[in-house]
């Protein structure tokens, strides 16, 4: 049994835009409520109806979203933030013009729970672990870049969480997480963390490192087994599967 305590909580409401620190978040069979409840859609001729991600145009992280409220249930609409401040709702109608003359693509806004690319799930990721990679990269490495949805204080060794097998559970409060169902585990990364958080240079070394040293995992994802409201600097309780 491991022990530590919930030392960040972020929530990210429109996918692949920047997100929101919050103080404490509702966590159920969507994963935590709110995150990448809203997407924008590309409608270009050869990828109408597909969602927007970085990969595509990292200046989708110039742009911020958040709810302005720390347990959010229901999810309501968020709030955007332009690159030079200007703030929208996502209701207004002038959006989507407003979000295709920034990033240069036409587009278009959808509203659903859960689109995280690997189905309903939590991201954890531990602060020795990023410790460690920013000590083997001579650099410190800004957690968002990994965007995780919950960062523990663990006593643990770097990347001991990438063997937290299935049956592994994150207890925190009334909240239990698990390494449960289908994409649970170690987190295989794409090239957005080579990216800095607000998606202006990138660092190929970061991803090579994690590559070479690490088969390109940082960070573990898990499922919701059991529900309820989590608070920043919580206890959590690790039992990894088997102990």
Not at 185 to 191: D, K, M, P
Request: aromatic share 6%; charged share 25%.
């Amino acid at each position: 049994m491991l022990r530590g305590t919930v030392s960040r909580l972020h929530r990210w409401p429109v996918k692949s835009l920047r997100g929101e620190a919050v103080p404490a978040a509702r966590f159920d069979e969507r994963g935590m409520a709110g995150d990448r409840a809203h997407v924008l859609v590309d409608q270009r001729e050869r990828r109408a109806g597909s969602v927007l991600t970085v990969r595509q145009n990292p200046a989708l992280l110039h742009w911020s979203s958040g709810y302005g409220a720390e347990v959010v249930d229901p999810v309501p609409a968020p709030t955007l933030h332009a690159p030079d401040g200007t703030a929208w709702d996502w209701a207004d109608p002038r959006l989507p013009a407003a979000l295709t003359g920034s990033l240069g693509i036409p587009l278009s806004l959808r509203s659903e729970p859960g689109n995280q690319d690997r189905g309903p799930t939590v991201l954890v990721t531990v602060q020795s672990t990023l410790d460690a990679l920013a000590a083997d990269l001579g650099a410190p490495v800004d957690l968002l870049r990994f965007r995780p949805n919950v960062h523990l204080e663990l006593d643990v060794p770097p990347f001991a969480e990438l063997d937290w097998g299935p049956g592994t559970t994150i207890t925190s409060g009334e909240v239990d997480w698990e390494v449960v169902g289908p994409n649970s585990g170690a987190c295989v990364r794409c090239a957005v963390p080579s990216w800095d958080a607000g998606g202006r240079t990138r660092w190929k070394e970061l991803q090579r490192r994690l590559i070479d040293r690490w088969d390109n995992r940082f960070g573990t994802i898990v499922r919701v087994s059991r529900g309820g409201t989590v608070h920043r600097g919580a206890a959590a309780v690790v039992r990894p599967a088997g102990s």
